[in-house]
């Protein structure tokens, strides 16, 4: 199964800038013992991360350890996260491109620059020239200086663009007015780590008013770890916001602007994304000891504009993947999000299937979205039996290059 989309890999280049900040700051350590103090980092991060969910900018953002083992290992995670994202608000959300003049983006806790500065390199391996302009917000001014060193130093990778960064406590919306408005807004694993100490109340008072700061052609792209509490809150919370302003439409992830059934009842799978990538040589070496998880990247998803989606047919025949694909002894099954807001078990006869279409169906991701042509027949509890016939059309099916 072809790609509908093909997306950069991970440049070498920003890779070995990250390698080269750590041999510069630590001179004196041989690489295994440089390995292993971004390692022990890694760990802390890790728990940081998933256990104790603890951002103070005593414990990350001054640390010089903390932000360069982070540009070593979870940058690019981020970075690839966020590809995906803007994948699927180019040619999914159908984002118009502006003709002329500058794209200004807003990345709102951008750390040291993964999320905006993956946005500039699709953009311009997608072919647009237009001049961009990369505004970053994030409380450690560090982060922010590490981001416009990466920025100035590999700018071949994005040509005609610059960054103008700002620090602020982003736990409170910024007093002062902003005057400009953006072509993107980007939260890049960010968002539940701003309003980590929130009520949705207040998670939603807080992205209804950075919505405010999207132009009406624009989107807002929101990446998330995929924990299912977190992306509940994720989902929740952009539901609030449509929800009270009428001109605003959920893109993404599921079709004519409904919600993630998350928000509505306890759904069997919650809504994230699982996709493969190549794992970086560095990373590898620094996971030689801890045995992360390397070579998928998971996260939440949602996209938010002013413009209404593309109007759907309502029904099975369109359907987000959901879950992993599942090859039992006689059966291949995998459970997909109808347009309609229903989810569905696609199951297939294994005997009824050429070679070739079990190695396509095994190869589809949880996030791609696809048509099937022809009359189906759910039963009472949404499953449907699927036949060989039945052509299954890729509509979102983005991949990373080789």
């Known amino acids: 199964m072809k790609p509908t989309i093909s997306l950069p890999t991970f440049p070498k280049t920003v890779e ?15 690489e295994e013992k440089l ?21 103070e900018s005593s414990s990350y953002g001054k640390r010089d350890l903390s932000i360069i083992s982070y540009g070593n290992f979870y940058f690019s995670r981020t970075w690839i996260a966020t590809l995906f994202g803007i994948a699927e608000t180019i040619s999914r959300s159908l984002w118009s491109i502006p003709k002329n003049g500058p794209i200004r983006i807003l990345d709102i806790g951008s750390g040291s620059g993964a999320s905006g500065l993956a946005c500039l390199s699709l953009l311009r391996n997608q072919g647009v020239t237009n001049p961009v302009e990369l505004h970053a917000w994030d ?3 560090k982060s922010l200086n590490y981001l416009k060193d990466l920025h100035r130093s ?16 982003l736990r409170y919306f910024p007093e002062e007015k902003v005057k400009q408005k953006f072509d993107l807004i980007l939260f890049g694993f960010s968002f539940n780590e701003i309003t980590q100490d929130q009520e949705i109340e207040e998670s939603t008072g807080w992205l209804e008013q950075s919505v405010q700061l999207l132009k009406r052609s624009g989107r807002m792209v929101i990446t ?7 992306c509940r809150n994720l989902h929740t919370t952009t539901y609030n916001v449509v929800t009270g302003n009428k001109d605003l439409s959920l893109m993404a ?3 004519n602007g409904l919600p993630c059934p998350m928000t509505l009842k306890n759904s069997k799978y919650f809504s994230h994304e699982v996709r493969t990538y190549k794992a970086l040589a560095h990373v590898e070496k620094i996971n030689r000891l801890l045995h992360l998880e390397i070579r998928e990247v998971k996260f939440g998803l949602s996209i938010l504009g002013y413009e209404h989606p593309k109007v759907e047919d309502q029904g099975p025949n369109l359907f987000r993947l959901i879950s992993p694909v599942k090859k039992r002894k006689g059966t291949i099954s995998f ?24 190695n396509d169906y095994l190869a589809m991701e949880r996030g791609d979205i696809f048509r099937i042509i022809g009359s189906l027949s759910p039963n009472e509890n949404h499953r449907i039996r699927l036949l060989p016939s039945q052509d299954i059309q890729p509509l979102f099916v983005p991949r990373l290059k080789n």
């Open 335 to 358: 459970m997909g999000m109808g347009s309609d807001g229903i989810e569905y078990l696609y199951e297939f006869q294994r005997r009824d299937l050429e070679k070739e279409m079990i």
């Open 224 to 230: 998330e770890p995929a924990e299912s509490e977190i």
């Open 154 to 169: 590999c700018s071949d990778l994005w040509p005609n663009s610059r960054v103008h960064s700002q620090r602020l406590d």
């Open 16 to 30: 070995d800038w990250w390698w080269a900040q750590a041999k510069q700051k630590w001179t004196e350590v041989g």
């Open 253 to 255: 992830p599921y079709f």
């Open 35 to 55: 390995l292993n103090l971004i390692r022990q980092e890694i760990v802390e991060q890790s728990d940081r991360f998933n256990k104790n969910r603890s951002f």
């Open 139 to 141: 409380y450690s001014s």
